[in-house]
């Protein structure tokens, strides 16, 4: 199992910037991906941008340019610092770990969740 702890969110205005991190303890595999997803109310939980343990990122379009995502693998901890943030951008936002062997998926865990809200 793993346990993740998610750090961060809150209100802002348009324009401004916000940083969510999450700490991932328990049984971690070298091979894993640490991402963040959101859902807004109605929608589905869509991919906001993802770090692979070598390092490679991906990102939805949409956050482009914006969002950068990080992590720490010494500390087990992924970070995703928000800039230029937009009323759209207003969600849930879940910290997601899968874990891997090889090629094969082990596990997929989530974080609680953490409110953003983006006011106009």
């Known amino acids: 199992q793993v346990q993740l702890v998610e750090s961060g969110g809150g209100l802002v205005q348009a324009g401004g910037s916000l940083r969510l991190s999450c700490a991932a303890s328990?049984?971690?595999?070298?091979?894993?991906?640490m991402g963040w997803y959101r859902q807004a109310p109605g929608k589905q939980r869509e991919l906001v941008a993802i770090?692979?343990?070598?390092?490679?990122?991906n990102y939805k379009d949409s956050v482009k340019g914006r969002f950068t995502i990080s992590r720490d693998n010494a500390k087990n901890t992924v970070a995703l610092q928000m800039n230029s943030l937009k009323p759209e951008d207003t969600a849930v936002y879940y910290c997601?770990?899968?874990?891997?062997?090889?090629?094969?998926?082990?596990?997929?865990?989530w974080g609680q969740g953490t409110q953003v809200t983006v006011s106009s």
């Open positions: 997601n770990f899968k874990r891997y062997s090889g090629v094969y998926l082990l596990g997929d865990y």
């Open positions: 328990g049984n971690i595999r070298s091979v894993n991906d």
């Open positions: 770090i692979t343990s070598g390092g490679t990122t």
